[in-house]
């Protein structure tokens, strides 16, 4: 059985990274970008700084700062009209995972027309979206080179997942120096995200050689350097090892999809409008617990990389060192305990269920569920 590998076709990481990217976007020959942020990445000059930088290679901006943090069905509509208005030819997204899913989302809707509700699942899309660049400014969800599309429905009240080749951006841009000044907070939210994608792509139904090398890499870096980068912000070394951390998972997660862990998380997000990475965070050791009766050799290995010795151990036991190492490492960067204490509800746990059932994420999850088993994961992680 043949699988695909996808991968925006040019991708910059490390220092210097925006400069160089620059010389790539001048090449391309467009004229005008709807640049897509959010207003804290306005407030902070960041939005401005990029549009004088793309001004200085020729490229006229227009900019629409309204991404949410879960990025909504709206935020689509108001940025695709500011887009069509300023006859933008292409798109540049600025900042996390929220910047780049809408700005995938205009992208995709201009050219494809309708609305973005109209490409919820998997390739939907008949045409390529317009062209996207997308500049990174933390590290974790790899959305700036995935082909992963997140975007709430606000009359649903969920989380549509949007999975679609014709979401990839044409360059991808990491600079540690535009990650540098981030919050603990978001720095643990954001490389817990990232450690969610390598496991699930690892553990998943359609995980291969390429996928798995990537994702192992990907949790041992994490291992390695999320706790400086998220206690010592300005260590540089730290930032760029968790942006290629994050950039490797992205490559598996892209290619081997997810699990449980994002389809409930999306449900808790779209529910309550809560912070993606957190929510993952919190999951994680209990969907891996559920899987472990499937995957126990594959969790054991995830054990090692993150610095268990698995020496004389079973699988069993290997999978039970790596559950309590992503619970312990959540703990160490101040990850909440449980999800009631980010303001889920238990009498609302049997429709996140349903819903989460429902996402395309859960599909390549290594076991498959009930709507009780995801109902009493969603109450073990209360």
Known sequence: MSSQFYIPPLNIIGENALEDALGYIKGYGFKKALIVSDKGLSKMGIVEKIAKALQGVGVETAIFDGAQPNPTVENVAD????????????????????????????????????????????????????????????????????????????????????????????LSVNDPALMKDKPKDLTAATGMDALTHAVEAYVSTAATPITDACAIKAIELIAKYLKTAVFDGHNMEAREQMAYAQFLAGMAFNNASLGYVHAMAHQ?????????????????????????????????????????????????????????????LGQDIGIPEGIAMIGAKEEDIPTLAENALKDACGLTNPRQATHEEICAIFTAAL
Do not use: W
């Open 79 to 170: 940025g695709l009209k500011i887009l069509q208005d300023n006859k933008c030819d292409f798109v540049v997204s600025l900042g996390g995972g929220s910047p780049h899913d809408c700005a995938k989302g205009i992208a995709l809707v201009a050219t494809n027309g309708g609305k973005i509700a109209d490409y919820e699942g998997v390739d939907q899309s008949p045409k390529a979206q317009l062209p996207l660049v997308a500049i990174n400014t933390t590290a974790g969800t790899a959305s700036e080179m995935t082909r992963f599309c997140i975007i709430t429905d606000t009359a649903r009240h969920i989380k549509m997942a949007i999975v679609d080749k014709n979401t990839t951006p044409i």
């Open 268 to 328: 808790l997000g779209g529910f309550y409008d809560l912070p993606h990475g957190v929510c993952n965070a919190v999951l994680l050791p209990h969907v891996q617990r559920y899987n472990a009766t499937v995957a126990a050799a594959r969790l054991k290995d995830i054990a090692k990389a993150l610095g268990a010795d698995v020496t004389d151990v079973s699988d069993e036991q290997g999978a039970q060192m790596a559950i309590a190492a992503m619970y312990e």
